[in-house]
């Protein structure tokens, strides 16, 4: 499987639907490298523009890539070596296509529903299972900013609820759509 993830913290929305860099969260890092690991993403980064950021999140991966966390906690090593701090989206997937030798299929995903080229979760599963390289990106904050989602390849429809109310954190609706594309469907037959 060649399946990557971008965490993208600039460009996005924040509440009032300004465009803004957010800032990188610890449990972001952690909860999506876990999530990368146990589906067998290859790659997760994590994008940010700001030099703050970025040694941040460089400071918390070091710790459980070769730190005193990667002794303590192996699986948490594990998952965190997938892990890596770019400074743009085009530097991914720059990385994965010096990676795999062509450039991947850029999947971006949205709560709102923007996007000009909508791609369903089924062709996107059978896009992943035939091998093609797909670096599907998340948004912080209130999501991606229009004009990003616009240049990606695809966008994904969101995850909708029972009543409307759609307002999950990137951790829980990256979960869903990665058990989506990538996960075990053999429940759904019994």
Request: proline residues 4%; hydrophobic residues 45%.
């Amino acid at each position: 499987m060649r399946l990557y993830m971008g965490l993208v913290h600039f460009p996005v929305y924040n509440k009032a639907y300004q465009r803004i860099a957010s800032a990188v969260t610890t449990l972001d890092l952690h909860d999506l490298a876990r999530l990368a690991r146990t589906y067998g993403v290859k790659r997760l980064f994590i994008v940010t523009p700001l030099e703050a950021q970025k040694k941040l999140a460089q400071r918390v991966l070091t710790h459980w890539q070769k730190g005193y966390g990667a002794h303590y906690n192996p699986d948490r090593k594990a998952a965190l070596s997938l892990a890596c701090v770019v400074d743009s989206l085009d530097r991914a997937t720059a990385d994965v296509q010096q990676r795999e030798g062509v450039d991947p299929v850029v999947v971006g995903t949205d709560a709102a529903a923007q996007g000009e080229r909508p791609l369903s979760f089924g062709r996107a599963r059978h896009m992943i299972r035939e091998n093609t390289p797909v670096m599907l990106v998340f948004g912080t904050a209130w999501g991606l900013h229009i004009d990003f989602i616009n240049s990606m390849d695809h966008v994904l429809p969101p995850i909708t609820g029972i009543d409307g109310y759609n307002h999950l954190s990137v951790r829980t609706a990256a979960a869903i759509i990665l058990d989506r594309l990538v996960g075990d469907l053999s429940w759904a037959a019994q």
